[in-house]
């Protein structure tokens, strides 16, 4: 079992940039696949990013390709998300999730553990 916790998220304006991390407990964090996820008021979890388990392959929504970048450091257990060029659309509290078996998954419900999220407003 891994347990995730976020940081890094904050009030920015728009076209500012953004940090994400998410730190993993446990000592089998690269034996996970490892996606974003964020969710806005009133409307459905989304995905945003993925990274494989060690390969360090990338996946991204289209509405972030270009702007967002995932990474992993297995040695210190943590994700990241580095997010610039930001837009208030992409206002929303974003999550961490860790998926334990199979390939790489863009729907939540792949995923078997979750962070508690952090808030990222993008003002404009």
């Known amino acids: 079992q891994v347990q995730l916790v976020e940081s890094g998220g904050g009030l920015v304006q728009a076209g500012g940039s953004l940090r994400l991390s998410c730190a993993a407990s446990g000592r089998t964090f690269s034996s996970y696949v490892m996606g974003w996820f964020r969710q806005a008021p009133g409307k459905e979890r989304e995905f945003v990013a993925a990274?494989?388990?060690?390969?360090?392959?990338?996946y991204y929504a289209d509405s972030v390709k270009g702007r967002f970048t995932i990474s992993r450091d297995n040695a210190k257990n943590t994700v990241f998300l580095q997010m610039n060029s930001l837009k208030p659309e992409d206002t929303a509290v974003y999550y961490c999730a860790g998926r334990g078996f199979g390939m790489v998954a863009s729907t939540p419900n792949d995923y078997d553990y979750w962070g508690q999220g952090t808030q990222v407003t993008v003002s404009s």
């Open positions: 990274i494989t388990r060690t390969s360090g392959r990338t």
